[in-house]
């Protein structure tokens, strides 16, 4: 078969390399740039390619090296991940891709034996690139939130992964020898590409699993001590309010003892008593801003903390005093959805910076909107920041146990966050 005829072949090969390595990395560039840069991977590899059918023997072999060392040239100008990562992604799809390719090659010769060579190259390149779709799919779908999910995970663990990629790759690289070198039946190859396959998976699923389980376990414990650490701080806010009920219980005793130091027409006394207790009732007061006493106790906290740094800070609630959440959910919810509109208001670098909460409660369901002034460098990815937060995890956990849902939207320097819950699903 002549190379003019393998040229659409090389082009849908391709195709299905930069269709992957778009959803597989987290991009570094914009689409466009991303598309230029693909076309010129595209031209390139082609050209490779074409060279790599049209010699034999190591020249082949070299070419076949230097077509995957262009690939993975093209994972790490496109993608802004860390290098070690960017090598486990690499080899784990060049290593899935080689498997399929050689794997469908032997299936093809062995149940399909009487097909032309150039009928029985576009079989496998068809086949080859809807296979790859589907894991694609899969992987989107199962093991795409595991790795976002390992955002923060160390430069060293993903070595090791690298590692178990690399390994994979070599068994399936040293078959193809075997295979190109006819040194092993057909029947008997394809059987250790099924089977090196089918270990990869299950390494693979132990390994992500496993990592999946103590990133979980770890978000657990932030979560409780972020719980705990607004318990504390909601503690403090309703022993203020405790007092000034106190002030308000005790209103009788002060008005006997104005009243004493008027009968003597002591006014000097008077004034000076009114002036202590004034200033104690300040001390003690504590906006209302929900009949709710959680709500309200966390909203007066953030108040002040909006006031020490300048944010003028809004709300707007209309709750009941009984929400059917549990107060350690309420305070892991509204505490770092408020937590997190503060930072990003000091880090936003603007001069005029505000919060605004909207809590409303309508047919047990629970809305909750914070807006608040962001910076211009925040990105968002599937409705949730890139570089989530462990605050960004406990919205998540309550949002799940109360089959809710988070998202975030960013338009005119505002990030939103929208989150609803369902409070039918915990009664």
Same mark, same amino acid.
């Given at each position: 078969? !002549?190379?003019?005829?393998?040229?659409?072949? @090389?082009?849908?090969?391709?195709?299905?390399?930069? &269709?992957?390595?778009?959803?597989?990395?987290?991009?570094?560039? +914009?689409?466009?740039?991303?598309?230029?840069?693909?076309?010129?991977?595209?031209?390139?590899?082609? +050209?490779?390619?074409?060279?790599?059918?049209?010699?034999?023997?190591?020249?082949?072999?070299?070419?076949?090296?230097?077509?995957?060392?262009?690939?993975? @040239?093209?994972?790490?100008?496109?993608? $802004?991940?860390?290098?070690?990562?960017?090598?486990?992604?690499?080899?784990?799809?060049?290593?899935?891709?080689?498997?399929?390719?050689? +794997?469908?090659?032997? %299936?093809?010769?062995?149940?399909?034996?009487?097909?032309?060579?150039?009928?029985?190259?576009?079989?496998?390149?068809?086949?080859?690139?809807?296979?790859?779709? @589907?894991?694609?799919?899969?992987?989107?779908?199962?093991?795409?939130?595991?790795?976002?999910?390992? #955002?923060?995970?160390?430069?060293?663990?993903?070595?090791?992964?690298?590692?178990?990629?690399?390994?994979?790759?070599?068994?399936? /690289?040293?078959?193809?020898?075997?295979?190109?070198?006819?040194? %092993?039946?057909?029947?008997?190859?394809?059987?250790?590409?099924?089977?090196?396959?089918?270990?990869?998976?299950? &390494?693979?699923? &132990?390994?992500?699993?496993?990592?999946?389980?103590? $990133?979980?376990?770890?978000?657990?414990?932030?979560?409780?001590?972020?719980?705990?650490?607004?318990?504390?701080?909601?503690?403090? @806010?309703?022993? #203020?309010?405790?007092? *000034?009920?106190?002030?308000?219980?005790?209103?009788?005793?002060?008005? *006997?003892?104005? /009243?004493?130091?008027?009968?003597?027409?002591?006014?000097?006394?008077?004034?000076?008593?009114?002036?202590?207790?004034?200033?104690?009732?300040?001390? /003690?007061?504590?906006?209302?801003?929900?009949?709710?006493?959680?709500?309200?106790?966390?909203? +007066? /906290?953030? #108040?002040?903390? #909006?006031?020490?740094?300048?944010?003028?800070?809004?709300?707007?609630?209309?709750?009941?005093?009984?929400?059917?959440?549990?107060?350690?959910?309420?305070?892991?919810?509204?505490?770092?959805?408020?937590?997190?509109?503060?930072?990003?208001?000091?880090?936003?670098?603007?001069?005029?910076?505000?919060?605004?909460?909207?809590?409303?409660?309508? *047919? $047990?369901?629970?809305?909750?909107?914070?807006?608040?002034?962001?910076?211009?460098?925040?990105?968002?990815?599937?409705?949730?920041?890139?570089? $989530?937060?462990?605050?960004?995890?406990?919205?998540?956990?309550?949002?799940?146990?109360?089959?809710?849902?988070?998202?975030?939207?960013?338009?005119?320097?505002?990030?939103?966050?929208?989150?609803?819950? *369902?409070?039918? !699903?915990?009664?």
């Amino acid at each position: 078969m !002549s190379v003019a005829h393998r040229i659409p072949g @090389l082009f849908l090969m391709v195709l299905c390399h930069v &269709v992957v390595i778009y959803h597989l990395l987290e991009r570094r560039h +914009s689409k466009r740039k991303f598309a230029l840069l693909s076309c010129l991977y595209a031209a390139g590899f082609v +050209s490779m390619g074409a060279y790599m059918y049209m010699v034999s023997g190591i020249t082949m072999l070299l070419t076949y090296l230097g077509v995957a060392v262009y690939l993975f @040239l093209f994972f790490h100008i496109v993608s $802004k991940e860390c290098f070690p990562k960017k090598s486990f992604l690499f080899l784990t799809y060049f290593g899935l891709f080689s498997i399929i390719d050689n +794997s469908l090659k032997l %299936m093809v010769t062995l149940f399909l034996p009487h097909l032309s060579v150039l009928a029985e190259f576009y079989l496998v390149n068809v086949l080859r690139t809807a296979v790859l779709f @589907l894991a694609l799919a899969l992987y989107k779908r199962y093991a795409a939130p595991v790795l976002l999910s390992l #955002a923060e995970i160390r430069k060293g663990r993903w070595w090791n992964l690298a590692l178990i990629a690399l390994l994979f790759y070599l068994l399936q /690289a040293a078959i193809t020898v075997l295979y190109v070198g006819n040194a %092993m039946s057909d029947i008997y190859l394809l059987f250790l590409f099924i089977t090196i396959s089918l270990v990869m998976c299950a &390494v693979y699923a &132990v390994v992500f699993s496993n990592i999946s389980y103590m $990133k979980r376990d770890a978000e657990a414990a932030l979560i409780r001590q972020n719980a705990e650490y607004f318990s504390s701080r909601l503690s403090v @806010l309703q022993d #203020a309010e405790d007092k *000034n009920r106190r002030l308000r219980h005790d209103m009788r005793h002060h008005i *006997n003892v104005i /009243a004493a130091y008027a009968k003597t027409g002591d006014n000097a006394a008077i004034l000076s008593y009114i002036g202590e207790y004034e200033s104690e009732i300040s001390e /003690a007061a504590v906006k209302q801003y929900s009949v709710n006493r959680t709500v309200n106790s966390i909203l +007066s /906290a953030y #108040a002040g903390k #909006a006031e020490e740094n300048d944010i003028v800070f809004s709300v707007k609630c209309n709750v009941t005093r009984g929400l059917g959440v549990r107060e350690i959910d309420l305070i892991a919810l509204l505490g770092n959805l408020l937590e997190n509109a503060l930072h990003g208001c000091q880090e936003s670098g603007k001069e005029n910076k505000s919060i605004e909460i909207h809590i409303r409660l309508q *047919n $047990k369901i629970l809305i909750i909107l914070c807006n608040n002034t962001c910076s211009e460098d925040l990105e968002l990815a599937d409705g949730l920041p890139v570089k $989530k937060s462990i605050g960004i995890s406990s919205i998540l956990s309550v949002c799940r146990k109360y089959d809710g849902n988070l998202d975030y939207r960013i338009e005119n320097e505002t990030c939103s966050a929208y989150t609803v819950l *369902n409070l039918q !699903s915990c009664q």
